[in-house]
């Protein structure tokens, strides 16, 4: 059981160039989040999926895509690299519960755009 | 002002002493998270609570609704418990979550 992977850990882009960031979890959570973290500044909030098929704009959407197509897999798509992208993104999961949800993180993506 | 506030923004503390963070939060929550970010970036969550206490080792998190505030309390501080502590809530069952902007916490040997 790994959790949450999300791959690469680092990434140097340079202005304009494109990238997709990887994220898996195994462990058939319906919720699906991507958040960046700015330097001493909280989570926000990039992209949000329900299930398959569903994916929904956070705080800060602009210069980024998503995709839903199975359970496990939601990828983040940085389309024209800008230097104000560069940051720690974090792919996390939950399952919701009436008591509300634990919910799982991965590792991070450091990405430095140049 | 942010829907959710920490405090304080900076903590250090001795090995062995008692810590406390606070967090306070101005909507109406179903849960509230407390979660770890150590130097390197994983972050675990360490607590989810909508009511009362809860209890695990030397960390304990208490959530007053009416007041919409919550405390997370270190017992016998040491090295390692040094990390960023993120509060978080929810404002429905599994919807996504709104975080505070940390409490850097570094406990001194």
């Known amino acids: 059981n790994a959790g949450v992977t999300q791959t690469p850990k680092f990434r140097i882009l340079k202005i304009g160039q494109s990238m997709t960031l990887q994220c898996t979890q195994d462990?058939?959570?319906?919720?699906m989040y991507w958040y960046r973290q700015d330097p001493g500044m909280g989570l926000k909030l990039i992209y949000y999926?329900?299930?398959?098929?569903?994916?929904d704009k956070g705080e800060v959407p602009n210069g980024y895509n998503v995709s839903r197509s199975t359970t496990e897999d939601f990828p983040l798509r940085l389309e024209l690299a800008a230097p104000s992208q560069t940051s720690v993104y974090f792919c996390?999961?939950?399952?919701?519960?009436?008591?509300?949800?634990?919910?799982?993180f991965g590792e991070g993506s450091w990405l430095t755009v140049v | 002002k942010n829907e959710v506030e920490q405090s304080p923004q900076n903590l250090t503390a001795q090995e062995g002493e008692f810590i406390t963070i606070n967090c306070s939060y101005s909507v109406g929550i179903s849960a509230l998270h407390w979660l770890q970010q150590h130097p390197g970036g994983g972050i675990v969550s360490l607590f989810m609570l909508s009511s009362g206490k809860k209890k695990h080792g030397r960390l304990i998190a208490t959530i007053n609704i009416q007041e919409k505030h919550s405390s997370l309390h270190i017992t016998a501080s040491h090295p390692r418990d040094s990390a960023v502590y993120i509060c978080a809530v929810s404002r429905t069952s599994g919807s996504r979550l709104t975080f505070g902007e940390g409490t850097q916490l570094t406990v001194n040997p």
């Open positions: 462990m058939n959570h319906n919720y």
């Open positions: 996390a999961s939950s399952y919701p519960r009436t008591d509300g949800n634990t919910i799982y």
């Open positions: 999926s329900v299930g398959a098929g569903i994916t």
